[in-house]
């Protein structure tokens, strides 16, 4: 079973594994992109421009973040969606296709780490696959993979996060 995030860049990712095993790509608005006051803004083209003072009150909590949904409730909603895959699916593979910021969210709450970070950590680059292994419901492994990795030495912007582009 493959489910995506609704957003366009999600589903474009998820559509070439949907065609190698002949199955359709269902959507769960629970895999979207994590909502924050910076939307539409091209701050990998500026970064300076958060040092605005205008922007000052947006930053009164880096742990929560306040400009944005909290990390607990990323967490939150990742996590539900999947549990239902491993309830719906059990003994058998599901492909959730997300965005950086709620990928990132799971897998710390999974490794038990604090959910504040500083986003340039993120190991979660452009088309990267984070693996999560259950024996029943037990969380055996995490695993990490960049198949696209030489695609993203050649990436003009890949921001924020840590991979092998070029420019980061």
Same mark, same amino acid.
Request: glycine share 0%; no cysteine; net charge positive.
């Given at each position: 079973k493959i489910i995506s995030s609704p957003l366009l860049r999600a589903r474009q990712t998820a559509e070439p594994? /949907? &065609?190698? %095993? !002949? *199955? =359709? *790509? =269902?959507?769960? /608005?629970? @895999?979207?992109e994590s909502g924050n006051l910076f939307e539409g803004m091209r701050i990998n083209q500026n970064r300076w421009m958060l040092a605005h003072p205008k922007f000052w009150k947006w930053y009164t909590n880096p $742990?929560?973040?306040s400009w944005g949904e909290p990390y607990v409730d990323i967490a939150d909603r990742m996590m539900k969606v999947v549990k239902q895959a491993q309830n719906t699916n059990a003994g058998s593979q599901t492909l959730l296709v997300s965005h950086q910021l709620p990928i990132w969210c799971l897998r710390r709450y999974l490794e038990k780490k604090h959910l504040a970070h500083l986003p340039g950590n993120r190991n979660c680059a452009l088309a990267s696959v984070t693996t999560l292994t $259950?024996? &029943? !419901?037990? @969380?055996?492994?995490? &695993? %990490?993979? =960049?198949? /696209?990795?030489?695609?993203?030495?050649? /990436?003009?912007d890949v921001t924020p996060g840590t991979s092998d582009a070029t420019i980061n």
């Open positions: 594994s /949907a &065609k190698a %095993y !002949n *199955v =359709e *790509v =269902e959507t769960d /608005a629970r @895999l979207i $742990f929560r973040p $259950f024996q &029943k !419901n037990t @969380l055996i492994s995490i &695993k %990490y993979w =960049e198949p /696209a990795a030489p695609l993203l030495m050649m /990436a003009r």
